[in-house]
């Protein structure tokens, strides 16, 4: 059974940091790229950020780049966010994605979310 945990989330003062986890297991955690997707209500779900299958390269959104890093433990089937300064509009509930394609499948697994909200 294929499961991905978010943890890390809660509430934090503008210009905070918070550390988010994601466990996966139930499938081949290195062999899959991990992305962090965020949504509010009445929006579309964003990309926030995402890492290669073996952690050689990342992509950031424009709103978070020099804020957010994203990284990965294969050893541990985990993949982190590390938010710093946070902004209010950083508030949201962040969403992690497993993602594989092997032609002509493709393979996208989401965790269950983690709210995180930032406010004085």
């Known amino acids: 059974q294929v499961q991905l945990v978010e943890s890390g989330g809660g509430l934090v003062q503008p210009g905070g940091s918070l550390r988010l986890s994601c466990a996966g297991s139930?499938?081949?955690?290195?062999?899959?790229?991990m992305s962090w997707y965020r949504q509010v209500p009445g929006k579309e779900r964003e990309l926030v950020a995402g890492?290669?299958?073996?952690?050689?390269?990342?992509n950031y959104a424009d709103s978070v780049k020099g804020r957010f890093t994203i990284s990965r433990d294969n050893a541990k089937n985990t993949v982190y966010l590390q938010m710093n300064s946070l902004k209010p509009e950083d508030t949201a509930v962040y969403y992690c994605?497993?993602?594989?394609?092997?032609?002509?499948?493709?393979?996208?697994?989401w965790g269950q979310g983690t709210q995180v909200t930032v406010s004085s």
């Open positions: 994605n497993a993602h594989h394609v092997v032609v002509p499948r493709e393979y996208d697994y």
């Open positions: 139930g499938f081949t955690f290195s062999s899959y790229a």
């Open positions: 890492i290669t299958s073996i952690g050689r390269s990342t």
